[in-house]
């Protein structure tokens, strides 16, 4: 192990972080090396070259292509890997629009409607099948194809019309439809259209520089939010759909296509085999044309599906999810926001790997969470998915550029908050996590049959309700499981039946490389005969298989009692009433591998955790999944051996006191909130360890400190009035001024993020563009600083005079901040009381008009007033203290007088504290980092016996700055475009903040 803990110090790049870096501005082959060199000095090992929102460039144009190639060529000399995305924007498949320009409508997403008439001069002509039946309510009681137009209904009959509907053309897809990702001609036109480009361009570089590419939510059904249909009956469909069909099915489809959409006889069958053949046809047409082609072209093929956690969306976007990760080098998932209980969407994937052997599972995760997110934020969400299996992050977002509507792209830009400075602490901490975290095998004993083939024999593809339910159950069984510490891998049937055998000699259930004593069955509706096979040779043979009520009534949705009576009534089935009494029965189904009880002996649920096998070593990553609560526990580790506890933050590694007590070594520990711990086990070795030395004493700071603002106060002005040649306004949201300025001017509305990209229109000139808009902007000023005071703007170059309270001031660019965007233009002629800034603009269809920031040595009030500082601050919300938009580092400082042995340990923490990350400087020198509440700091080396000067400084973040400042939540669960732009109910006039500050005492304890 020892080559292993010199690596474990500092892994290379292959365990690092591989973000998505948006390509979403006028591009500058210079500044995206400069960025890219950024990225290599903060421990990232890759980047994922991500056209986004606000891209100016054309996507795929040849200014793009020699941007990528300069990075590429760049990437070589800063080692770093480089890796394509394949889509503008997303989701993947429609290359930008050029699909449906090379092949049109075969590049263009169907859907199969239906209708039910009760006239046939309600029939259009344009019906693709036709049918007389009888229905009550949504059930059909009689059915009957028609052939022609020749039709007599009598009075309880009605006519069900199936229609063919290509989709709707929309601002997201740059003008035209989504893609048609069920038809191989389209994704072939897809591969010609993006993978071929990069190739003729790049291939020297493929599968040495380019490491491979990313998919991005690639789909069937885009229409979950509305598809602008005219019936509620809407599935999703393509021309070849009904060939397929028949070649798989070995019946034609139209003849049962009604009982997809209603209830009857043959409903159960008809939805099985419509949504399986449906799965098999996406998995077909674009996974596996796809995957062939990186094959053939030795690059490795990434991403990550559309709706991976909620059954009925599951179904509409893919079908199922699981059969595509047969077909990704590393598979992917997508974790948003802060989310802490997304089992079932990490599980699908890491099974999988598992059982294929794919070393890698890849996150793209901490979108939306909002510029507050902190160093603690990745590390929590981070871990629990590392638990289940996930080893490589890929960072939503890194943005190239600030400017106008990307900061609001699903924030937070990791490489723009103040932290950045110091963001290796993470990437170091989740390189040595990876690479561990890739050692061996895992165990998991247990395989959960996935039950979404069940529910393909309920869903409509309209009512979500029955579906949605067994897919929450479902997840409750995964949340069980986790809870009382039995791992699992899940199993997709499709999967099974081409990987799946029985060892009967060591009594195992093999899917692919990995093995299972225990087969778990869910409440489920269906089976595939396949699955039955295996399970009863597995029973045969001494195996052991759990099945939970209700007990299933169909083989492939098919009624099949005798095969199902064989399963059932096998002498060696365990039937289980449900979640409960599986999670009561278990242990003495299979003995635990390990155990983590609180003070009464419970399992404490909300720890996860993962084992794996290394050489004979075995390796324990154990998580607390609560953000808010610490837990003293007992683990309990199956086996006898020494033990070891790895900090994958600091690169240490030291052993452990521990006790070997029936036939498992007791750990007893305290877990702070969302803190985890990583343990190496020895079999068979020991070592006399002596218990943890106790806390002789604490000491406490003072609650106030001296404080020191190391980065310009703010104050964010973001209303204004505004005239175009006319009468003032009243005073408005700025983002409001600049909907009623394009709207006067007839240009497109920018508000939000969802329009036409802006490389299409851009560059067109606009009758109105240069059109005189004046804005006057109004701040308060208690005491006038004593130095410069800045505008802050976005809008520098569309700026033509600017006023301060009556007088013209020179436009001068003395810098930027933030962002070379952010242009500092000093003011004068500020006064006490009121201050207006009138600027003179001209106005382009170009123009992006954004909030304006002052910028200086001051105070803020909460009344929004200039202020002079006070030189102390307390525990509590610096908000309320004089900062309320400050978006920087805050130094706290306090003299501390102290007495301490030769011997003694000193630790400092803190308890409560909002800070992105906080750095310690002890007498004058830095001694560290507080990144998250549960790390404890050794300061021992730093401290004097007597005087000492603690410092600590407060990284903040965007959040108070750029908003959102006016939605009535002040922590927002899902932070998109729209959380800056609220209106309605959730907008208020007041800001609303979020606080930053120390908000428990500072801590040291002296341990001898």
Same mark, same amino acid.
Request: charged content about 30%; hydrophobic content about 35%.
């Given at each position: 192990?020892?080559?292993?803990?010199?690596?474990?110090?500092?892994?290379g790049?292959?365990?690092?972080?591989?973000?998505?870096?948006?390509?979403?501005?006028?591009?500058?082959?210079?500044?995206?090396i400069?960025q890219?060199?950024?990225?290599?000095?903060?421990?990232?090992?890759?980047?994922?070259?991500?056209?986004?929102v606000?891209?100016?460039?054309?996507?795929?144009?040849?200014? *793009?292509?020699?941007?990528?190639e300069?990075?590429v060529?760049?990437?070589?000399?800063?080692?770093?890997?480089? $890796?394509?995305?394949?889509?503008?924007?997303?989701?993947?498949?429609?290359?930008?629009?050029?699909?449906?320009?090379?092949?049109?409508?075969?590049?263009?997403?169907?859907?199969?409607?239906?209708?039910?008439?009760?006239?046939?001069?309600e029939?259009?002509g344009?019906?693709?099948?036709?049918?007389?039946?009888?229905?009550i309510?949504?059930?059909?009681?009689?059915?009957?194809?028609?052939?022609?137009?020749?039709?007599?209904?009598? +009075?309880?009959?009605?006519?069900?019309?199936?229609?063919?509907?290509?989709?709707?053309k929309?601002?997201?897809?740059?003008?035209?439809?989504?893609?048609?990702?069920l038809?191989?001609?389209?994704?072939?036109?897809?591969?010609?259209?993006?993978?071929?480009?990069?190739?003729?361009?790049?291939?020297?570089?493929?599968?040495?520089?380019?490491?491979?590419?990313?998919?991005?939510?690639?789909?069937?059904?885009?229409?979950?939010?509305?598809?602008?249909?005219?019936?509620?009956?809407?599935?999703?469909?393509?021309?070849i759909?009904?060939?397929?069909?028949?070649?798989?099915?070995?019946?034609d489809?139209w003849?049962?296509?009604?009982?997809?959409?209603? =209830?009857?006889?043959?409903?159960?069958?008809?939805?099985?085999?419509?949504?399986?053949t449906?799965?098999?046809?996406?998995?077909?047409?674009?996974?596996?044309?796809?995957?062939?082609?990186?094959?053939e072209?030795?690059?490795?093929?990434?991403?990550h599906?559309?709706?991976?956690?909620?059954?009925?969306?599951?179904?509409?976007?893919?079908?199922?999810?699981?059969?595509?990760?047969?077909?990704?080098?590393?598979?992917?998932?997508?974790?948003?926001?802060?989310?802490?209980?997304?089992?079932?969407?990490?599980?699908?994937?890491?099974?999988?790997?598992?059982?294929?052997?794919?070393?890698?599972v890849?996150?793209?995760?901490?979108?939306?969470?909002?510029?507050?997110?902190?160093?603690?934020?990745?590390?929590h969400?981070?871990?629990?998915?590392?638990?289940?299996?996930?080893?490589?992050?890929?960072?939503?977002?890194?943005?190239?550029?600030?400017?106008?509507?990307?900061?609001?792209?699903?924030?937070?830009?990791?490489?723009?908050?103040?932290?950045?400075?110091?963001?290796?602490?993470?990437e170091?901490?989740?390189?040595?996590?990876?690479?561990?975290?890739?050692?061996?095998?895992?165990?998991?004993?247990?395989?959960?049959?996935?039950?979404?083939?069940?529910?393909?024999?309920?869903?409509?593809?309209?009512?979500?309700?029955?579906?949605?339910?067994?897919?929450?159950?479902?997840q409750?069984?995964?949340?069980?499981?986790?809870?009382?510490?039995?791992?699992?891998?899940?199993?997709?049937e499709?999967?099974?039946?081409?990987?799946?055998?029985?060892?009967?000699?060591?009594k195992?259930?093999?899917?692919?490389?990995?093995?299972?004593?225990?087969?778990?069955?869910?409440?489920?509706?269906?089976?595939?005969?396949?699955?039955?096979?295996?399970?009863?040779?597995?029973?045969?043979?001494?195996?052991?298989?759990i099945?939970?009520?209700?007990? +299933?009534?169909?083989?492939?949705?098919?009624e099949?009692?005798?095969l199902l009576?064989?399963?059932?009534?096998?002498?060696?089935?365990?039937?289980?009433?449900?979640?409960?009494?599986?999670?009561? =029965?278990?242990?003495?189904?299979?003995?635990?591998?390990?155990?983590?009880r609180?003070?009464?002996?419970?399992?404490?649920?909300?720890?996860?955790?993962?084992?794996?096998?290394?050489?004979?070593?075995?390796?324990?990553?154990?998580?607390?999944?609560?953000?808010?609560?610490?837990?003293?526990v007992?683990?309990?580790?199956h086996g006898?051996g020494?033990?070891?506890?790895?900090?994958?933050?600091?690169?240490?590694?030291?052993?452990?006191?521990?006790?070997?007590t029936?036939?498992?070594?007791?750990?007893?520990?305290k877990?702070?909130?969302?803190?985890?711990?990583?343990?190496?086990?020895?079999?068979?070795?020991?070592?006399?360890?002596?218990? +943890?030395k106790?806390?002789?004493?604490?000491?406490?700071?003072?609650?106030?400190?001296?404080?020191?603002?190391?980065?310009p106060?703010?104050?964010?002005?973001d209303?204004?009035?505004?005239k175009?040649?006319?009468? $003032?306004?009243?005073?408005?949201?700025?983002?409001?001024?600049?909907?009623?300025?394009?709207? =006067?001017?007839?240009?497109?509305n920018?508000?939000?993020?969802?329009?036409?990209?802006? *490389?299409?229109?851009?560059?067109?000139?606009h009758?109105?563009?240069?059109?005189?808009?004046?804005?006057?902007?109004?701040?308060?000023v208690?005491?006038?600083?004593?130095?410069e005071?800045?505008?802050?703007?976005?809008?520098?170059?569309?700026?033509?005079k600017?006023?301060?309270?009556?007088?013209?001031?020179?436009?001068?660019?003395?810098?930027?901040?933030?962002?070379?965007?952010?242009?500092?233009?000093?003011?004068?002629?500020?006064?006490?009381?009121?201050?207006?800034?009138?600027?003179?603009?001209?106005?382009?269809?170009?123009?992006?008009?954004?909030?304006?920031?002052?910028?200086?040595?001051?105070?803020?009030?909460?009344k929004?007033?200039?202020?002079?500082?006070?030189?102390?601050?307390?525990?509590?919300?610096?908000?309320?203290?004089?900062?309320?938009?400050?978006?920087?580092?805050?130094?706290?400082?306090?003299?501390l007088?102290?007495?301490?042995?030769? =011997?003694?340990?000193?630790?400092?923490?803190?308890?409560?504290?909002?800070?992105?990350?906080?750095?310690?400087?002890?007498?004058?020198?830095?001694?560290?980092?507080?990144? *998250?509440?549960?790390?404890?700091?050794?300061?021992?080396?730093?401290i004097?016996?007597g005087?000492?000067?603690?410092?600590?400084?407060?990284?903040?973040?965007?959040r108070?700055?750029?908003?959102?400042?006016?939605?009535?939540a002040?922590?927002?669960?899902?932070?998109?475009?729209?959380?800056?732009?609220?209106?309605?109910?959730?907008?208020?006039?007041?800001?609303?903040?979020y606080?930053?500050?120390?908000?428990?005492?500072?801590?040291?304890?002296?341990?001898?």
């Open positions: 192990m020892e080559d292993v803990k010199r690596y474990f110090k500092n892994p790049k292959e365990y690092r972080a591989i973000p998505f870096w948006s390509w979403n501005d006028k591009l500058i082959s210079q500044d995206l400069a890219a060199k950024e990225f290599k000095e903060k421990g990232i090992g890759g980047f994922f070259m991500h056209s986004r606000g891209l100016e460039t054309e996507y795929m144009g040849e200014e *793009w292509l020699k941007c990528i300069d990075v060529k760049a990437s070589k000399e800063i080692d770093i890997d480089p $890796w394509l995305y394949d889509e503008d924007r997303w989701p993947s498949g429609f290359a930008g629009g050029k699909v449906a320009e090379k092949v049109g409508d075969e590049g263009r997403a169907k859907v199969l409607a239906m209708k039910i008439l009760k006239d046939i001069n029939l259009k344009d019906e693709i099948a036709i049918y007389k039946a009888k229905i309510g949504e059930r059909i009681f009689s059915l009957e194809k028609i052939e022609n137009k020749d039709i007599n209904l009598s +009075p309880d009959e009605s006519l069900i019309a199936l229609y063919r509907f290509i989709a709707p929309t601002d997201w897809y740059n003008g035209d439809s989504p893609p048609d990702n038809n191989p001609k389209s994704v072939n036109a897809f591969i010609k259209t993006t993978h071929e480009v990069y190739y003729e361009r790049l291939k020297d570089e493929f599968g040495k520089t380019i490491k491979g590419i990313f998919t991005d939510e690639p789909n069937i059904y885009p229409y979950l939010w509305g598809g602008g249909f005219d019936t509620e009956y809407v599935l999703p469909y393509t021309d759909f009904p060939e397929f069909f028949k070649e798989k099915r070995g019946y489809f003849e049962i296509a009604p009982y997809v959409f209603l =209830n009857g006889e043959k409903s159960i069958k008809a939805r099985y085999d419509f949504w399986r449906i799965s098999e046809l996406f998995v077909e047409s674009y996974t596996k044309q796809i995957s062939d082609w990186c094959k072209h030795n690059i490795l093929f990434t991403g599906f559309l709706e991976e956690n909620i059954f009925p969306h599951i179904i509409l976007c893919s079908g199922s999810i699981m059969p595509h990760y047969e077909y990704l080098d590393i598979p992917g998932i997508d974790i948003l926001t802060e989310v802490r209980y997304e089992f079932l969407t990490v599980k699908q994937a890491s099974s999988v790997a598992n059982q294929l052997g794919k070393e890698k890849i996150s793209e995760t901490y979108g939306c969470t909002g510029w507050e997110f902190t160093f603690e934020g990745q590390k969400v981070g871990d629990w998915q590392y638990a289940l299996g996930v080893n490589i992050r890929c960072q939503h977002l890194f943005l190239y550029s600030l400017r106008g509507c990307r900061k609001r792209d699903y924030p937070p830009s990791f490489n723009h908050n103040p932290s950045w400075e110091y963001q290796n602490i993470v170091d901490y989740f390189a040595r996590l990876s690479y561990i975290l890739t050692l061996g095998n895992p165990i998991r004993d247990i395989l959960l049959i996935h039950p979404i083939e069940s529910s393909w024999c309920e869903f409509n593809g309209k009512d979500k309700s029955i579906p949605k339910e067994r897919g929450e159950e479902f409750n069984i995964i949340s069980a499981l986790l809870g009382i510490h039995y791992d699992f891998d899940l199993g997709d499709s999967i099974i039946e081409k990987y799946g055998r029985v060892d009967k000699e060591k195992e259930f093999i899917v692919g490389k990995a093995k299972y004593k225990v087969v778990i069955l869910p409440q489920m509706l269906t089976l595939r005969k396949s699955t039955i096979s295996l399970l009863l040779e597995f029973l045969d043979n001494d195996g052991k298989v099945l939970l009520e209700p007990l +299933p009534e169909y083989i492939e949705g098919e099949n009692k005798d009576d064989k399963l059932i009534s096998h002498p060696n089935i365990i039937i289980l009433k449900g979640r409960k009494t599986l999670t009561e =029965n278990i242990e003495n189904i299979l003995p635990r591998r390990i155990s983590i609180d003070v009464v002996g419970q399992e404490v649920e909300q720890f996860l955790y993962m084992e794996r096998i290394f050489n004979g070593k075995k390796i324990f990553f154990i998580v607390n999944n609560d953000r808010e609560k610490g837990y003293d007992d683990i309990y580790l006898e020494r033990i070891e506890e790895w900090d994958p933050f600091t690169g240490e590694i030291r052993d452990v006191f521990s006790m070997f029936e036939g498992y070594q007791h750990i007893r520990v877990f702070a909130p969302a803190e985890s711990k990583l343990y190496v086990m020895y079999p068979g070795e020991t070592i006399r360890i002596k218990k +943890p106790e806390v002789k004493k604490t000491i406490y700071l003072e609650p106030t400190f001296e404080v020191e603002r190391l980065d106060n703010i104050l964010t002005l209303t204004c009035q505004y175009i040649g006319g009468e $003032w306004s009243e005073e408005i949201p700025i983002w409001i001024a600049q909907r009623r300025i394009r709207e =006067n001017l007839g240009m497109i920018i508000d939000y993020n969802n329009r036409v990209q802006r *490389w299409k229109w851009i560059n067109n000139t009758p109105n563009d240069n059109t005189r808009v004046e804005l006057k902007l109004k701040f308060q208690k005491k006038v600083p004593d130095k005071i800045y505008l802050l703007t976005e809008n520098f170059k569309d700026i033509e600017i006023f301060v309270n009556g007088e013209e001031i020179e436009k001068i660019e003395k810098g930027w901040y933030l962002d070379k965007n952010f242009k500092k233009i000093p003011l004068e002629n500020i006064q006490e009381g009121e201050n207006i800034i009138h600027i003179i603009l001209e106005y382009k269809n170009s123009t992006e008009l954004e909030d304006f920031y002052l910028l200086g040595d001051f105070a803020v009030s909460l929004r007033e200039i202020l002079e500082e006070n030189k102390t601050i307390s525990l509590g919300d610096w908000v309320h203290q004089g900062y309320p938009h400050y978006a920087g580092r805050m130094l706290y400082r306090q003299n007088n102290i007495t301490k042995s030769e =011997n003694d340990i000193v630790l400092l923490s803190i308890d409560n504290f909002s800070a992105t990350l906080i750095k310690a400087v002890i007498n004058g020198k830095e001694c560290g980092f507080i990144p *998250w509440r549960s790390h404890k700091l050794d300061i021992t080396n730093f004097n016996n005087e000492n000067k603690i410092e600590l400084i407060l990284y903040g973040s965007l108070n700055m750029l908003g959102p400042l006016h939605h009535r002040q922590k927002i669960s899902f932070v998109s475009a729209q959380a800056f732009r609220v209106e309605g109910d959730d907008y208020t006039s007041d800001y609303v903040f606080p930053y500050g120390l908000f428990s005492p500072v801590k040291l304890e002296v341990i001898s």
